[in-house]
């Protein structure tokens, strides 16, 4: 009967496999970084293009981002989130920071997402990636928004743009940006929602 | 701009906006202080956090360069990981920039002497951060020996030990294991009378469970095809029905593909 069920893929088990491979990267395991690396690249590379915009930008984060993984491995803690989620949010912290840098901004003036660098993902935050089939849904839920509402907050995920910058860039009071975005999150936070199992 | 302390219902309108990162730092903060000690807005914040992931996995697919790959991975090998040494790269700015305050101050000759001073304070600094650093990592390689010597002992006398034997398959007829798993201190594997891998591939070890196998971790037998060592996996995965040992590709895989050489029901 086992055997059946030997043949089964299963998400935990990629999961299992990217804990197992941080542990390895402690002890001085290149090939652990690679796999790590195969597994997530294409995701990574993928989110970075989409907010820095240039090829060899998205490359250079890419690069950023795995040379911090090598460096901090020993110092995240698997229990508080999926090793995936962690190298997403790095990815797009790398990224916004490229582009803070390109504006004149400091980094991480006004999205700080170097708290969750180290360790801590802050209270209850829990940095697992959502499934294929919910993402779809999420994506879906994205483009049926408004405009009003969807403008502004791909403005301050993908391009990291202050909630007044939002304001002046579109002519819209701050008030309404802020309760936009809100709006938009709250909306996407359903659809995620109808897919709970 | 130091945090202001909000009400209860002011922070509930910012998590979302915190929650994909987009609020400014000194609101953040008075959120962050304000969900240390509010269970709801901790759950509304938790509910927000996957929508963050999600706009992150749903940008266009683009495949990464081929190039990349070697680049990245050739970047992290020449980084050091993280070490003592950034404590005095932290110093000597300082120093120097107490130097040049005393030259401002105009003082000129003292100055020198003093400058001179703080230089030779900095090279003994230098040698005596190398050496504590040197000692450090002396004292850490002596723990991580006597840590590794130790490991599999805790397996074996752990009181939740369980042992499950494993037989050779017919590719390896002659092959036989035993596992020792605590839930608690990790897996120890024993074997002999392993095949001889060939170039590329692997052993891995599998828990089947009731959902799906689970790694364990990758296994190379020694020139006699004897294994005996500590795997670390502490995972929450549910109970295993089963050990496994299969052949997989060098790195190895998420869920077994190749011929299975050990396997054994745990009862």
Redesign the interface.
């Known amino acids: 009967m086992?055997l059946a069920?030997?043949?089964?893929?299963?998400d935990?088990?990629?999961a299992?496999?990217d804990?197992?491979a941080l542990?390895r990267m402690v002890r001085?395991d290149?090939?652990a970084?690679?796999?790590v690396?195969?597994r997530h690249?294409?995701?990574l590379?993928?989110?970075a293009?989409?907010i820095v915009g240039r090829?060899p930008d998205a490359?250079d984060v890419?690069?950023e981002v795995?040379?911090q993984?090598?460096?901090?491995?020993?110092?995240y803690d698997t229990s508080r989130g999926s090793v995936a989620?962690w190298l997403?949010?790095l990815?797009?912290s790398r990224a916004l920071d490229r582009l803070r840098r390109e504006r004149g901004e400091p980094p991480a003036?006004?999205?700080?997402?170097a708290a969750i660098d180290v360790v801590d993902?802050?209270?209850?935050?829990?940095?697992?990636?959502?499934t294929a089939e919910?993402?779809?849904r999420?994506?879906a839920a994205?483009e049926a928004l408004p405009d009003a509402q969807r403008v502004p907050?791909e403005l301050?995920?993908?391009e990291g743009l202050?909630?007044s910058a939002i304001a002046g860039r579109l002519g819209v009071p701050l008030g309404t940006i802020?309760t936009r975005?809100?709006q938009a999150?709250?909306r996407?936070?359903d659809a995620?929602?109808e897919t709970a199992p | 701009m130091s945090a202001v302390p909000l009400d209860h219902d002011a922070v509930r309108e910012q998590i979302a906006l915190h929650a994909i990162g987009a609020l400014p730092p000194d609101e953040r903060s008075a959120v962050e202080s304000h969900l240390r000690g509010c269970t709801e807005c901790a759950a509304e914040l938790a509910s927000l956090v996957p929508v963050s992931a999600a706009l992150a996995q749903i940008v266009p697919a683009h495949e990464p360069p081929a190039a990349l790959r070697g680049r990245v991975l050739a970047a992290a090998k020449v980084t050091a990981r993280a070490s003592t040494r950034r404590s005095m790269a932290a110093w000597a700015p300082w120093l120097a920039a107490a130097a040049m305050l005393v030259v401002a101050a105009g003082a000129s000759f003292y100055a020198a002497d003093l400058r001179a001073e703080v230089r030779t304070l900095q090279a003994q600094l230098r040698v005596a951060l190398d050496r504590a650093a040197d000692g450090e990592r002396r004292v850490a390689v002596a723990l991580r020996t006597v840590a590794d010597a130790e490991a599999p002992l805790a397996v074996l006398i752990a009181p939740d030990v369980r042992r499950i034997d494993l037989a050779g398959q017919p590719v390896a007829a002659r092959a036989s294991g035993r596992a020792f798993w605590s839930r608690s201190r990790g897996v120890v594997l024993t074997a002999t009378n392993l095949p001889a891998l060939p170039p590329g591939r692997t052993y891995q070890l599998w828990f089947v469970t009731s959902a799906a196998p689970v790694s364990i971790g990758l296994v190379k037998p020694d020139a006699s095809g004897s294994v005996r060592r500590l795997v670390d996996s502490r995972g929450d995965f549910p109970e295993p029905v089963a050990v496994a040992v299969t052949i997989e590709p060098d790195g190895g895989v998420l869920a077994p593909t190749g011929d299975k050489y050990l396997v054994g029901a745990a009862q």
Do not use: C, N
């Open positions: 086992w069920v030997l043949s089964t893929i299963a935990a088990s990629a299992d496999s804990r197992f542990q001085g290149h090939d970084l690679a796999e690396y195969d690249a294409r995701l590379y993928s989110l293009l989409r090829q490359e890419l690069q795995f040379t993984v090598w460096r901090q491995a020993g110092r989620g997403v949010m990815t797009r003036a006004d999205v700080d997402w993902p802050g209270a209850g935050a829990d940095l697992r990636l959502v919910q993402a779809a999420i994506r994205l907050l301050g995920y993908y202050s909630q802020k975005m809100r999150l709250l996407l936070r995620l929602a």
